[in-house]
C-alpha cells in the first residue's frame, strides 16, 4: 500500500524556520522524482519544490528561492523541506508528491503519489 505521510508542520512566527518531512512506503522511492506543493485557502495550488532522482537537481518556486531547500534520503524513504525566513503568506497546506515516468517503446506509464498534508500557519 502506497503512503506518503507528512509531517513538521505548525504555528511559527514570522522570519522563523519549519522542517518539514515526507515519510514514503509502498513503492521504490528512489525512482521517483519528489516534490512538496501548498495551497492556500481560496488559492490554485502551487508547486513549491522539486527533486530529481538522486538529488540531481532541485528546482523552485520564485517566491521561496534562498528560502527554502528541498532535500531527500534515499536511504529513510524521506524528503524533507526546510523552510526558513517564513512570511506570512507562506501559510499553506503543504503536500508531498511522489511522481515516476515509465517509457517503454510506444507506452508509458505515470505513478502519482500524493500524502494528505500537513499545515503551516505564519502568524504573530
Known amino acids: 500500500q502506497v503512503q506518503l505521510v507528512e509531517s513538521g508542520g505548525g504555528l511559527v512566527q514570522p522570519g522563523g524556520s519549519l522542517r518539514l518531512s515526507c515519510v514514503a512506503s509502498?513503492?521504490?522511492?528512489?525512482?521517483?522524482?519528489m516534490s512538496w506543493y501548498r495551497q492556500a485557502p481560496g488559492k490554485e495550488r502551487e508547486l513549491v519544490a522539486v527533486i530529481t532522482t538522486a538529488g540531481g537537481s532541485e528546482n523552485y518556486a520564485d517566491s521561496v528561492k534562498g528560502r527554502f531547500t528541498i532535500s531527500r534520503d534515499d536511504a529513510k524513504n524521506t524528503v524533507y523541506l526546510q523552510m526558513n525566513s517564513l512570511k506570512p503568506e507562506d501559510t499553506a497546506v503543504y503536500s508531498c508528491?511522489?511522481?515516476?515516468?515509465?517509457?517503454?517503446?510506444?507506452?508509458?506509464?505515470?505513478?502519482?503519489?500524493w500524502g494528505q498534508g500537513t499545515q503551516v500557519t505564519v502568524s504573530s
Open positions: 508528491n511522489a511522481l515516476s515516468i515509465v517509457i517503454e517503446g510506444t507506452s508509458h506509464w505515470k505513478y502519482d503519489y
Open positions: 509502498g513503492f521504490t522511492f528512489s525512482s521517483y522524482a
